[in-house]
């Protein structure tokens, strides 16, 4: 798709993401010049693991799960990605930069692929840009080291916080917390290390006790203090 951003009507939707809230439309098409808008399916690659990276992302809608081999050869979710979330941005300034993790479509999604020489060239030196970034990254370690002390934690206190840490970035102190993403069961049983008949089970509880609702694009946490009463101690 053709790289230009004033064209593709494209200024002022990335002026409305918190990274570039403080950029002027003339830094912002100096940051992203020469980019691509990439369209992808659901379960779609944008890129694989072990990859030339070439390119970073920057997600404009939908979400991508980030995932990495475990030791037995299966994929493990490390993050999920959604709207004004930076991809693969700091391994650009390495060598031989290759991807670490791979990124997969979750339903219907745009990202903006940026080239390896702009983060060289401007993001780098950008002292706003990277702290927003390096903030993003800090709050990815967090939610990682969350999951591990949630290791001995109920199966229902590991999914609590899951939908708590996803739900809280867009819908801030809200007594119903929407969840934008499109999250299956598996995908919950995935990223917290459980069956999915279990996740199954306890997710259509919440349905019946009327604390979450659900459908194919999205989670709406209908009791939301509930749901935070079985984070506290854990998360």
């Not at 995908?187 to 996740?199: F, K, N, Q, T, Y």
Request: aromatic share 6%; glycine share 4%.
């Amino acid at each position: 798709m053709s790289s230009n951003l004033r064209e593709l009507g494209l200024i002022s939707e990335l002026r409305g993401l918190e990274l570039f809230r403080s950029s002027s439309e003339n830094d912002i098409e100096q940051l992203c010049k020469d980019s691509q808008v990439v369209i992808t399916n659901h379960k779609q690659l944008l890129f694989k693991a072990g990859s030339s990276a070439q390119h970073f992302y920057l997600v404009l809608s939908g979400a991508f799960k980030l995932t990495r081999l475990s030791l037995q050869g299966e994929d493990t979710i490390v993050h999920f990605s959604s709207p004004g979330d930076v991809i693969g941005a700091f391994i650009m300034t390495q060598k031989d930069p290759r991807y670490p993790i791979s990124g997969v479509s979750m339903g219907p999604s745009r990202s903006l692929k940026i080239p390896r020489t702009n983060y060289l060239t401007s993001w780098q030196n950008n002292i706003d840009l990277n702290h927003k970034i390096q903030n993003s990254l800090s709050s990815r370690m967090t939610a990682l080291q969350n999951q591990m002390t949630l290791k001995k934690s109920s199966l229902q206190t590991k999914i609590a916080c899951l939908l708590i840490q996803l739900a809280n970035k867009q819908t801030e102190d809200q007594k119903q917390l929407l969840v934008p993403i499109p999250l299956t069961r598996r995908e919950i049983a995935e990223a917290v290390g459980a069956s999915v008949e279990s996740v199954i089970r306890i997710m259509s509880l919440w349905s019946k006790r009327g604390y979450v609702s659900t459908n194919e694009q999205c989670i709406t946490i209908l009791e939301t203090e509930k749901i935070i009463e079985l984070t506290e101690k854990d998360c």
